[in-house]
């Protein structure tokens, strides 16, 4: 039977790419890589494959450690 306990269920759950901080989708921020840069994409509505980051400074800042790892993968 629908009760509210199930309609939790129905909430998307990410995880932030640097502390793997599993989190509502909607507390977390989208961002996409367009041209190998980082796009935030506060509407989401970038089609593009999408990550998450919590907001917290530590994982935002962590972020660009985490891209130029990813840009050094993706020139090979
Ligand atoms: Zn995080």
Redesign the pocket.
């Known amino acids: 039977m629908p009760n509210r306990a199930s309609k939790a269920g129905h909430i998307p759950i990410r995880s ?1 790419v ?2 793997k ?1 599993k989190d509502e989708q909607e507390n977390l921020i989208r961002f996409a890589f367009i041209k190998n840069e980082i796009v935030f994409d506060m509407k989401r509505r970038i089609a593009a494959r999408g990550y998450y ?2 907001d ?1 400074n530590e ?1 935002l800042q962590k972020l660009d450690k985490w891209l130029n790892k990813r840009k050094k993968k993706s020139r090979k």
Do not use: D, Q, S
Request: positive net charge; aromatic residues 0%.
């Open positions: 932030c640097i502390c901080t980051v919590c917290k994982c």
